[in-house]
């Protein structure tokens, strides 16, 4: 188990560290960094306390910055690295009909033209992967042509998918739906699939944990594009309704359980899996550090109590068809405690045991609420 | 059905002729009111074009103005009224955990004072129904006791109820989930009708169409609570997946018929059955004030379709088990296109037969292209 | 906790030892009783291993037998009483369309006679609770009068409830869908709750954890119930889809233990409570008696960690706006493995540490598997 | 529109004429078929007075005889064809946990065989398409293994695959859950298509409208499939919950014309397609040949609103960003009265014109409930 925690390696994303919120309300924090700098600082003290997250992940435009190698440069400085690019195109005017899929060609040219400059960033950050999630879609029948945007969306990759270096990764993410209410271009992981596939080697999947239709089976998912090798990447996160974007782990600790068995079943936490794994939450109302603290946590948590799965005596069981012996075994990886050797895996690297208690204990929050002050906080769309 | 035709009157929100969006962007469109007057003018010129929507609701703050009584002739003078009053207690800091149901009691006097505020407006408008929506609820468990919540949530109801005149209502709106992401403190029609049923006569139930889980029989709840007498309006809009706020009738028009069914089967169409019909909308990309032609349309053509149900063959089928016959009679009046009749109805009436089309041909939209430059446009917030 | 422990006491329904199955197929098992004794048999022998079950629920008419109070003493000689009866109403001829909702006069008053009947059995078995589900309602739009069938309801429920005695109750059960595939006479909660509460004290709601539309919050039905002290019982079990009927705690332990972390915060396992907690399953392919055991070993489970939560240091947190403190409070009570503790409260009381394997060891099932030879396995219908 | 029309046939199911119901109860009904010679008359009777339904599918074993050359000439006599062959791979004791996927490889043989046995009978009936839709899956986590299972599925089908000639189709239905309640081994379009694609061209899949989770978007996975040319058939019912089988249309009938209107952009119901149009319901406790009469009007009705949306109107809307007025177009034809236009294809083709009345008056369920005395009436198993 311990040897496989090692191999654990989280993504954070820019974002977390900013304001979120939903349509109705953003509330600000104090504390809240203006700059990417202060979002790769913030990262890093997640990674200095948790040994877990040594990349930061950037969107463009909101982590524009003139000289990215200078960034790369000053993440370095704080311990951490740059991590997966990902681009924007929903909060540009051009885009409200769509961004690849747009009726207009100058549109998805523009679109197309982003995601270019996307890979210069990663030319120079050093990042593998081109993450893409798209809004584009309708909220009427009748709005626009399901068939054609279709055949629009796979031309507009395969543009892109041309400027792909041979160390870079296309990542195409899918979601149910929103902002589109009635039909989304990429809703679902069989739509990811065929796109990716349509691409190439270099094009995988990313699965978001919140962009499912109610009932789903993730894991399943899980296991079968990793069955297919093209899972490219986890957006985590955790959700009762919608893409509620909670903690991950937070609304259903053994959903988590099941995808990170799934995962380690299918070799997905082998060093060479191509298989990246990154948070994508909002903390819209709780501590924006401890939230990405608690995350980095959980996703550890289940992933050590998912390796502690008595793998053999669960193959003797499913043979015999000995469905409540199967399930039992199961359960009791799940139903372990692992805080304890997790806390002593952490004191074996000179991380704190209770990484929580050290934030709080270390001041971080109070000199950043002093700190920033002035200026316009980070949220979506800066 | 001419005659239950016209005894429909639709409150239009007047937060719908400014911009919405979701949380990933607001689309800004031309044209759009900068003013509660501006508003007032948009939902006049639905009204003078489809004689169903003879009032406007308010919605406290964003329509604050210094002079209710001068507004109140303003709409006059334009031919329609004022209609609900909407309270709004998510939208200030204070709110981040909560308003009626907040653990601090300063901040549950807070949105009392200001629910009292509204009824101080509904005095000067002369309008009958405070709508409560709370976006109150927790993310997390563990966050709030849900119980705790309750309770104060009842005291705080009651301390509103109070100030409720003779002539005046509170009615309670519900939702599934959203900006609440765990827990809502009224998540569903049942809470609703416990709280009102608790306050007392002149407490009832606002039913959202949105503001269901998946898969809810809303028809049966028409049915339910009318047979309670606590079916106090509707907020119409339509939704494929959550609180998709898209124009009534648009996803699914068999089930607005099916509602609109229950709703005359009840009485709620009767001149005293103190069921108001509302909208409340998004229109995120599309035009507003077409939209919200479209909507009260959308509303009188399933009515006008619902009424030519032959309840007595359906009566005779159902009592002889003909489940098949007895759809059949259902299914024939919803099938029936009952546009024409509408058209003569209009035309009857001095309205235009095409009101779409009449707006378009109207230069109204053009006017106010041009004349309303400058200013900021109204949006949810101001 | 231990002393909560104790209070804890758990309804087997007889049925969950017979063989059942879905719409395509129900597989037998060897050793599946023949007989109502043979059934309390198999549920003595849950009880016998784990403490937790003393009562049996019989189900009218497939448990009938000519002499309750010889059966009362079988099951009293085998160390377990009668519990809650439970009347059936939808597998006769006459039920195709509804039994008191029915709009045969006729077969309203058998369905009501059949209740009386089953009081009469409770009068003699000593049963306090008669536990009403119904299949009522309907499957295509029209086929019935949703407002005139809520009026029949009402009538039946009054007439049946002025035959419960002083010392027993009627308990509704609501059910979201299944058989009725459009309209179902008893859907939510708020449903079953107007009519108990018209009919009086000794009518209560039962809360079947399987019953709900997707992304029910079932921890917040049980909160208000049990404010409204209108809570009467649960039918345990799980689900990912519908009603599914899995084994109470398999897919989401952690609901699980967040609905027992209300019930104990609403005085939901005092002795005088009035909350009857009973499972309600289907053993489809897994063993019956040990997916017995397990289902109440996780109910004991589940309650004892959350038994645990600290509430006065979650209590703090929630006041503070703390949301991750309050959160980690309430996760670290269900991170917690309490099953050396459950060992040890067993061998306290004489019980076999580990129940499951104790009834592996026992040789019970080679025992019914070699004697129960002949005769028709009881099922749905026998 | 007509011409449209008469390329429309329909693949009646011959165990929608037997009795069928839900886990609780099935409920017999007088003239039930006792053998498949009986089926295929009702489904006769269904073609002659709708001219929609020229076929009728066969599932096996329920449909066995000794003779299928004799078989399809009785069908022929009695002017209808036999359809698609349905294969079983859930009713038997060996598949209690799985078929093609079982863990025991004498299971998957004996599966596998199943389906060799059906070419055979494909070969003598000349039905193109072998429809294998499989109850595989698990109920608990764990029970399983998911990958392996997933390796043998595509195992199983390559070896099923090879059997299939130049003229036939392996046809793969999927399901989103039911009857296994965990995981389900061809869960959605995505794994359907990966396991088609993999086999070869003449593997396809086939949807059913009633096994997706709730909000999917189905016709998005018809533009999709059509769009791969991987679009073999349908299963048509519609739901309010899960897989309810009810009556095609029924539900939604708004749903019903978005898919046909998909399945016409995409040259569907062109008559070289491969899209073969079949029904799968239950009429539970409607009647049953009127029931699959209802059944093949509602397809061919919305069929018919959906071929008259002015799509160059429409696309001149969606090209210009007109959100509004292309959904108008769209729901202009939804809201169109075809049934006049209908009755008139019918009486041009010596058809009655209203089919439903025509069968009352035919006398033909009179006859078949005396005739069809004694014996043992079909059902699900028979």
Chains 1, 2, 3, 4 share one sequence.
Not at 22 to 27: A, D, E, G, I
Not at 172 to 181: I, Q, R, V
Not at 183 to 211: F, N, Q
Not at 325 to 352: E, H, I, K, Q, S
Request: with cysteine.
């Amino acid at each position: 188990m311990e040897r496989l925690l090692d191999n654990l390696s989280i993504d954070l994303p820019s974002w977390a560290f900013g304001n979120s919120g939903t349509r109705f309300k953003v509330f600000p924090a104090s504390g809240t960094p203006r700059t990417v700098e202060e979002k790769i600082a913030d990262a890093a003290a997640v990674h200095r306390l948790t040994g877990l997250a040594p990349t930061v992940a950037l969107h463009i435009p909101w982590d524009t910055v003139a000289d990215y190698r200078a960034l790369g440069t000053y993440a370095e400085d704080l311990g951490i690295g740059l991590g997966t690019i990902n681009s924007n195109t929903f909060q540009d005017e051009d885009y409200k009909f769509g961004s690849l899929t747009n009726v207009e060609k100058k549109v998805r040219q523009k679109a197309i033209d982003h995601h270019l400059e996307c890979i210069e960033v990663m030319n120079v950050t050093g990042s593998r992967d081109l993450k893409i999630w798209l809004a584009d879609g309708t909220n009427y029948p009748g709005q626009g042509d399901i068939r054609w945007r279709q055949d629009r969306l796979s031309e507009s990759l395969a543009t892109i998918y041309q400027h792909i270096g041979a160390d870079q990764r296309l990542v195409l993410e899918y979601k149910f739906f929103e902002p589109a209410m009635y039909m989304t271009d990429v809703p679902d992981w069989g739509s990811a699939y065929v796109h990716v596939a349509a691409l190439g080697e270099r094009a995988v999947v990313c699965l978001d944990t919140g962009h499912h239709a109610p009932g789903t089976n993730i894991e399943f998912i899980v296991a079968q594009l990793l069955r297919l090798r093209k899972l490219g990447s986890f957006d985590f996160n955790s959700r009762f309704y919608a893409d509620d974007d909670l903690i991950v782990g937070a609304a259903d600790p053994f959903q988590l359980f099941r995808i990170l068995f799934e995962v380690i079943r299918g070799g997905g936490l082998a060093p060479d899996s191509g298989v990246a794994l990154m948070l994508d939450q909002c903390h819209n109302i709780e501590a924006k550090i401890p939230g990405q603290i608690r995350s980095v946590l959980n996703v550890q948590e289940m992933t050590a109590r998912a390796a502690l799965v008595d793998t053999e005596a669960m193959a003797v069981a499913q043979e015999s068809g000995d469905v409540l012996g199967a399930n039992a075994v199961f359960m009791d990886a799940f139903y372990t405690d692992v805080r304890p050797r997790l806390a002593r895996w952490r004191a074996d690297r000179g991380l704190p045991e209770d990484p929580m208690a050290a934030f709080a204990r270390s001041g971080y929050q109070r000199q950043i609420d002093a700190e920033r002050c002035g200026g316009t906080q980070s949220g979506w769309g800066a």
